[in-house]
């Protein structure tokens, strides 16, 4: 990763991170932070660890700009498409083994929630409140179009990485500790 790009991503989950996380008992960056952390725990590939830390990156882009992006205007009832805009923006940097996952996550929990019965009851209660802002849960035609796509097994990997990471006790290593890492996949 450039100097210049370790610095805008870093800044970015640093100053905005801080953030609270749509009614989840953690900040964005904690949330961030745990999924990473979930996923070098599990044996994840680089490229799905680096996916997993930065999944929700579009909810921080909003809150340095827009507020009709950020996070508060999901939660207020507007699709915010941050994992459209997270992976737009990571784009510059990452290729689609690290985007197309982050890109997916949302479309990953829809589809969840269509095949998997029990899924819903782990979601948390703003995650639930957002499914109904981000489509609710897919049609059948919907899951085995998204079931087909070349990066749907990886989507769901962070999803459920995503799901599991808001626990206010959890204390995962800090954003050092994922930089080398972000150096190495970066182009």
């Not at 996550?105 to 929630?113: E, F, N, P, T």
């Not at 998204?146 to 097994?153: S, V, Y």
């Amino acid at each position: 990763m450039s100097t210049s790009a370790a610095g805008v991503v870093t800044g970015l989950l640093a100053t905005a991170g801080a953030q609270d996380y749509l009614g989840e008992p953690v900040t964005v960056l904690d949330h961030l932070l745990q999924a990473g952390s979930l996923a070098e725990a599990a044996g994840a590939a680089p490229a799905l660890v680096a996916a997993a830390l930065l999944h929700d990156v579009g909810h921080l882009l909003g809150e340095c700009g827009t507020a009709e992006l950020s996070g508060e205007f999901l939660m207020a009832g507007s699709d915010n498409r941050h994992s459209i805009r997270g992976a737009a923006w990571l784009s510059g940097w990452f290729g689609p083994e690290v985007t197309e996952p982050v890109r997916l996550h949302v479309a990953a929990k829809r589809y969840l929630c269509a095949t998997e019965p029990a899924y819903y009851g782990l979601l948390s209660d703003a995650s639930r409140y957002t499914l109904t802002v981000q489509g609710g849960p897919m049609t059948p035609a919907e899951a085995r179009e998204f079931a087909a796509l070349p990066f749907a097994r990886q989507a769901l990997d962070v999803r459920r990485w995503d799901d599991q990471a808001k626990d206010p006790a959890a204390r995962p290593p800090g954003l050092a500790h994922f930089l080398p890492l972000l150096a190495l996949l970066a182009s």
